[in-house]
């Protein structure tokens, strides 16, 4: 869907949930961008956020409180986001398990670039590369009505990760945040983002046994008054 501001998406969401809920959709994934956005979860931990909001919006970034599980992350340019709007009832998933799908995307297309990366580490949900001290993907969802999900995973591409230095990175103040593209060497260069993000979806459909089928969306940008 290209960029895609977040409340915008979050609107969007919002409709989809509800219409899977009733079953006029199937299950639906997501693929975007935001500009660069800064997003706090349920638990309401703006203590995370290091810099005012003035500061924030001096540098072009929003900040929106969500009701998501999760602690305070950025989104930006060069991250690609999966917004999956599932039943797990359907699934036959519980919500850790289907976390650790989520997880287990983000390890698979790490695996394809020769990164070694882990997840379900203990009480930090995420993906984790370089022996555990880097974050390279991050993971919030949420779960409404019982078993339709929103919300989902953000894996970092190639963004300005200077934005995290803004915040504690999901609460966690003594690790770093990584990039695929900070992580490969030079003889494994990156490819384009949009092939990166390609995978990334890929990976997602093979995680949870889906058989995809591009429907692209559009967002339609309210009128201004």
């Known amino acids: 869907m290209g960029i ?4 915008e998406a ?7 949930v509800e219409k899977r809920r009733v079953g006029t959709i199937c299950d639906t994934l997501l693929c975007l961008q935001h500009p660069p956005t800064f997003t706090v979860g349920k638990r309401r931990t703006l203590h995370n956020l290091l810099s005012t909001p003035a500061v924030v919006r001096s540098m ?31 699934l036959k998933l519980g919500v ?13 297309l ?23 001290r880097k974050k390279i993907g991050a993971v919030g969802v949420r779960v409404s009505s ?6 989902g995973l953000a894996f970092n591409i190639a963004p300005d990760l200077s934005f995290f230095q803004h915040i504690v990175p999901c609460g966690i103040a003594d690790k770093e945040v990584t990039s695929l593209s900070k992580e490969l ?29 591009n429907c692209p969306l559009t967002v339609e940008t309210p009128a201004q008054s």
């Open 96 to 108: 850790r398990k289907y976390v650790e799908g989520l997880e287990d995307t983000m390890i698979r």
């Open 185 to 213: 060497s030079s003889s494994h260069p990156l490819q384009e983002q949009a092939v990166v993000t390609e995978q990334l979806i890929d990976c997602f459909v093979q995680q949870f046994g889906f058989e995809a089928f």
């Open 4 to 7: 895609v501001k977040y409340a």
């Open 146 to 151: 019982g078993s339709i999900t929103s919300h």
């Open 60 to 90: 072009g970034a929003e900040i929106h409180q969500t009701e998501r599980g999760g602690d305070i992350t950025f989104h930006g340019p060069g991250q690609a986001v999966l917004y999956p709007i599932l039943s797990l009832r359907d």
């Open 110 to 132: 790490c695996h394809l670039y020769g990164i070694s990366a882990r997840g379900r580490m203990v009480k930090e949900t995420g993906v984790w590369v370089s022996d555990n």
């Open 10 to 16: 979050l609107v969007l969401q919002n409709e989809l």
